[in-house]
């Protein structure tokens, strides 16, 4: 079955630098790649996400990009500010049908301090 | 915006209790998933529903588990007979039809004692 690895497992970084988190996927039937920020606590919530067919995607200060034939993809978060402290997971899942579990990685814990 | 809602938010029970977590997923969703979080380690999948059938189930979703969608509106998870190692989060996520996203609830923290 699928295994997702990320790295770091923790990453502080000071307010207005970026940070990049990365995950390796082993299925290659997979097709989409989310990432989802926690917070203590707190549910899930989904904050970006690539399909297989594009190599990067962006929404302000956060993007994604995706390497198919490495099996890689990343989470770059640019002028970051206190309130994106929190748990970060990536994921993978083969889609849309009924095969769509996320595997997901073990998370990194970003820490933004001033 | 809907959400995906959870009830209870905290539950305890003692050994070999049976206990019955409650999911309203988004309203147009189908496709309903179980998943579970220890504390402090990563998210992991338990089951996945769709047509009133299972779709998948991990090595997690023993015996002891199961699933059903009783009404129009509720999907539910129950632990036969919980065991210690069962204390964790269990989040519900909902995903439309078509689409990719999955959205979870806030989840129910469940501590067996």
């Known amino acids: 079955g699928e295994n997702v690895e990320q790295h770091p497992s923790t990453l502080s970084v000071q307010e207005g630098d970026s940070a990049v988190i990365k995950c390796t996927y082993s299925?290659?039937?997979?097709?989409?790649f989310p990432w989802y920020k926690q917070e203590l606590g707190k549910r899930p919530q989904l904050i970006i996400d690539?399909?297989?067919?594009?190599g990067e995607k962006k929404d302000q200060r956060i993007a994604v990009t995706l390497n198919k034939t490495a099996k890689h993809f990343s989470l770059h978060i640019t002028e970051t500010q206190p309130e994106d402290s929190a748990v970060y997971f990536c994921?993978?899942?083969?889609?849309?049908?009924?095969?769509?579990?996320?595997?997901f990685g073990t998370g990194t814990r970003l820490q933004v301090t001033l | 915006e809907p959400e995906v809602t959870q009830t209870p938010s905290h539950q305890v029970t003692q050994m070999g209790q049976e206990v019955i977590l409650r999911c309203v997923p988004i309203?147009?969703?189908?496709?309903f998933y179980w998943y579970r979080q220890i504390l402090g380690q990563k998210v992991e999948f338990l089951v996945s529903?769709?047509?009133?059938?299972?779709?998948?189930k991990s090595e997690i979703f023993d015996d002891q588990f199961s699933v059903e969608r009783p009404d129009g509106s509720n999907f539910t998870l129950k632990i036969r007979s919980t065991k210690l190692e069962d204390s964790a989060m269990y989040f519900c996520?909902?995903?439309?039809?078509?689409?990719?996203?999955?959205?979870f609830g806030p989840g129910t923290r469940l501590t067996v004692t």
């Open positions: 996520a909902s995903r439309r039809p078509g689409a990719y996203e999955q959205y």
């Open positions: 299925d290659s039937a997979s097709n989409y």
């Open positions: 690539i399909r297989s067919n594009v």
């Open positions: 994921a993978a899942s083969r889609g849309t049908g009924t095969a769509s579990k996320l595997t």
């Open positions: 309203s147009n969703h189908l496709y």
């Open positions: 529903f769709y047509n009133n059938e299972i779709s998948e």
